[in-house]
């Protein structure tokens, strides 16, 4: 089983969908109106790049490290 880790937006100006994005997959992004159902199309999206990739014969990509940084304002 592979997992991901995703970036999980609220959109204000767009009726308030949330976008995910996935790091360690440049150009996978997908929305959805709610939490649940954006996450919902992330795991869609995650599942078609990643055969996309294989019926292309390259290599599917580990996941990112992410990390917080803080500043002072």
């Known amino acids: 089983m592979l997992k991901y880790k995703v970036i999980l937006e609220?959109?204000?100006d767009d009726?308030?969908?949330y976008t995910v994005t996935v790091p360690a997959?440049?150009?996978c992004v997908t929305q959805g109106r709610t939490k649940k159902e954006a996450l919902i199309r992330a795991k869609e999206a995650i599942?078609?790049?990643?055969e996309s990739l294989q019926k292309d014969g390259l290599p599917v990509p580990e996941d990112v490290e992410l990390a917080e940084v803080s500043?002072?304002?």
């Open 10 to 12: 609220r959109n204000e």
């Open 15 to 17: 009726e308030g969908f």
């Open 25 to 27: 997959l440049p150009g």
């Open 47 to 50: 599942e078609g790049y990643l």
């Open 71 to 73: 500043i002072s304002q």
